[in-house]
């Protein structure tokens, strides 16, 4: 998808992206945890909205038994026991949006319902854009990705891109 739109104090931009959902089952949650930590090759995040960052792959807790993993390339094939879990692929129908800039708190807040000041960097959230679920990671002071349907994506970044222009 071709870049986004600069406003002053504002910036978007699209891009594709691996993303790999992990699903871990009730009854063996803590067996998937540690086989998928081992394959990822480091810790997995504890808390929902929480990431953990290692060797290029950054894994993000989006619900108690689900994990995603972000990735700008193709994401490792990984294998999942099924006893233990399954994988899903969603990078196929999925964008990533870049948001940055100085004025990125006032354009979210007309947006969507969230407290960009409590968010803490590298933490994200489940939001919903005109009822669209949406996964907003902060990623530093002025900077979120946006992880969007790819049907919504054009929409999103023209509604975005208003919004920015009508704040100076």
Known sequence: ???????PGFEIASQDCGIVQFHGWDEAMARFE????????????????????KDGKFVMRIAPNRFWLLSDAPP??????????????LGEGRVRLR????????VLERCVVVDWDSLPEGEG??????????LLLRTGSSQCDLF???????SL???ISNVSAAIR
């Not at 998808?1 to 406003?7: I, K, R, V």
């Open 125 to 134: 959230v489940q939001v919903c854009f005109h009822r669209v679920s949406v």
């Open 157 to 159: 970044m023209d509604w």
């Open 99 to 106: 948001l940055s800039g100085r004025n990125i708190k006032h």
């Open 148 to 154: 969007v349907p790819r049907s919504f994506a054009r």
């Open 34 to 53: 540690a086989d998928l930590a081992t394959k990822l090759g480091g810790q997995l995040p504890t808390k929902v909205g929480k990431t953990a960052y």
């Open 76 to 89: 490792p094939p990984i294998d999942i026991d099924p006893e233990l879990g399954c994988k899903l692929a």
């Open 1 to 7: 998808m071709a870049n986004g739109t600069n406003q």
